[in-house]
């Protein structure tokens, strides 16, 4: 028995939405409980960036060009490290499928044997007790049986028990997941939509999940064509501004199925047709491909493809590039000098500061929005270097920036900086006379004499390494790991610096996020000062980032 490409595409999407459906209730499995981009919410929206490329595949579409197109969205949308383990688990079809039209019960344990090979690779230091044992446990459940495998549904049944019963053993493997009473979440994740593959592979529905109900958009007519275009002056995502007229063959296909192909490619959609014709506007990266898919339904007139880009900046001219994390696209800039950077950060504040020390372009993004792969490969080809340094600045990042190393056009070294203060400290000390090696180890050096603490909030009740924690109460974390518990955010950060403060440091930075009082910051200012400012440079600044109220460097 064999899989068809439109019943492994269907599986797909069923997956996706399957995790679209059930986020909230991974990420509730998290152990720690800040506030973060959650496993749930990054499974979601790794899978999400692959459904809509799935939902225009016709019918007649084999296996291999549904994992081809699964795992190229998987690669460019994935987003923190349970995204890009996702993606790298998918990246399996994609090579055990190659120019096969259906697949069959050997060639998919394969598949997600290859899958696994490649998740364990990416990962610096496996962790048993994750999404990587499961999975794993169901790779080899499934080449033991795919040999003598008839029936898929039945096949892909019994490595969904296994998935499921490896589960269950997560907590005996990390005694994080015990102490909480909890299962790993991404391997929740990883169960939940190998049933909803099966749900596809039995016969059955894609699973069902409806997207948020927007708001209804006044209709578009020939009359109002230039005002529905003239709305998105201003907004650009994506580069090419595309414009033409179609005069319509007989028997073309249905305009609806064209605006669903260039919302695939772009943004700013706005398809009118009125008799013979239909008028097209599309913001995308690849006019061509717009004005191909227009050709499928008559002749093209009075084409118009304007850079916007080009326009804006001729107009404005700023000295660096910003890039928001919703940004899918990029522009590939010529290298104009030898290095360049890129820094993942949110907040004004910090990314002016990250700006001040050098970097070239500021991926919009951090804990509570991990950016994507695209994201980072959209600075990194945006910045004028022949070798870009990466700075992620927060541990669940470093993947998916990882990830963009391949997709780039030029040299790329990404930096493991896991917090905002290691990320200023490699910048400013780069060196453009040393050769790359020399500055590639300074940096690091420099980064690594960090010491980083954090003051923010209990996203929600739960008990951590033998602590009751209560939703709202203050988090002291010292270098990424809990320190104590408290009600006082001011009191908080005095006493977590007081921690961090040894025989050896000589600075301390104080990051103020954007719900802190300037009074507060100041009262906390001048308590610090009283204590060190003898010995010690005491420096505040803004920085206006979320989450957490102070962000605090000693070196």
């Known amino acids: 028995m064999t899989i068809s490409g439109k019943v492994l595409r269907d599986a797909f999407i069923s997956a996706a939405n399957c995790i679209a459906a059930n986020r909230k209730e991974i990420d509730a499995l998290n152990v720690f409980p800040v506030p973060d981009g959650d496993t749930g919410t990054n499974m979601s929206m790794t899978l999400g960036s692959a459904r809509a490329e799935l939902l225009l595949m016709p019918d007649s579409c084999t296996v291999s060009e549904v994992a081809k197109t699964m795992s190229g969205a998987l690669l460019r949308g994935a987003r923190g490290n349970s995204g890009v383990i996702t993606s790298i688990l998918f990246k399996g079809y994609d090579k055990a499928f190659k120019d096969m039209k259906e697949a069959t019960a050997v060639d998919l344990a394969r598949a997600m044997e290859l899958g696994v090979e490649r998740a364990y690779k990416a990962v610096m230091k496996p962790t048993e007790g994750t999404i990587l044992t499961v999975s794993r446990l169901a790779a080899e459940k499934a080449k033991e049986l795919a040999p003598e495998a008839d029936d898929i549904n039945a096949f892909w049944g019994e490595i969904c028990k296994e998935a499921e019963k490896a589960l269950e053993t997560t907590p005996e493997l990390l005694p994080t997941l015990k102490k909480a009473g909890v299962v790993d979440a991404g ?30 958009a006044e209709p578009v007519t020939i009359e109002t064509y230039a005002s529905a275009v003239g709305k998105f002056e201003g907004e650009i995502t994506f580069t090419y501004c595309t414009e033409y007229i179609i005069h319509k063959d007989e028997g073309c296909g249905d305009s609806l199925t064209l605006r669903a192909y260039l919302e695939s490619i772009g943004d700013c959609v706005v398809v009118v047709e009125d008799g013979e014709i239909i008028k097209v506007h599309v913001h995308t990266n ?110 669940n990042i470093i993947m998916a920036a990882e990830q963009a190393v391949k997709l780039a056009d030029r040299k790329v070294c990404v930096l493991q900086t896991r917090t905002v203060p290691q990320g200023l400290s490699a910048l400013l000390a780069y060196d453009p006379e040393a050769d790359f090696n020399t500055m590639r180890s300074d940096m690091t050096q420099a980064f690594e004499r960090v010491k980083t603490g954090q003051i923010t909030f209990a996203a929600r009740d739960s008990e951590f390494d033998g602590q009751q924690i209560k939703n709202g109460e203050i988090l002291a974390l010292d270098n990424g790991k809990l320190s104590f518990v408290d009600i006082d955010m001011n009191k908080a950060a005095y006493r977590l610096i007081k921690r961090m403060v040894d025989g050896d440091s000589e600075f301390i930075t104080i990051i103020v996020g954007e719900d802190v009082a300037d009074s507060d910051a100041e009262a906390l200012r001048e308590r610090v000062e009283e204590k060190f400012g003898s010995r010690m440079d005491i420096t505040l600044v803004r920085g206006e980032q979320p989450v957490y109220y102070y962000i605090i460097s000693v070196e």
């Open 286 to 395: 690849n006019p061509g491909l717009a004005i191909e898919k227009g050709l499928e339904y008559g002749q093209i007139n009075l084409p118009k493809i304007e850079n916007m880009r080009m326009q804006h900046e001729a107009k404005k001219k700023p000295d660096k590039v910003t890039v928001s994390s919703s940004n899918k696209a990029y522009v590939s800039v010529p290298p104009e000098k030898p290095y360049g950077f890129v820094a993942v950060a949110a907040g004004s504040g910090i990314e002016a500061m990250f700006k001040d020390a050098g970097a070239d372009c500021i991926v919009k993004g951090g804990q509570t929005m991990n950016p994507s792969t695209q994201d980072i490969l959209a600075a990194i080809q945006a910045t004028p270097a022949e070798t870009v340094f990466v700075l992620p600045n927060n541990k």
């Open 187 to 216: 391997g929740k994740g990883f169960c939940m939509y190998m049933r909803a593959m099966e749900q596809v592979f039995s016969g059955g529905e894609i699973y069902e999940y409806k997207e948020p109900e927007a708001k209804p």
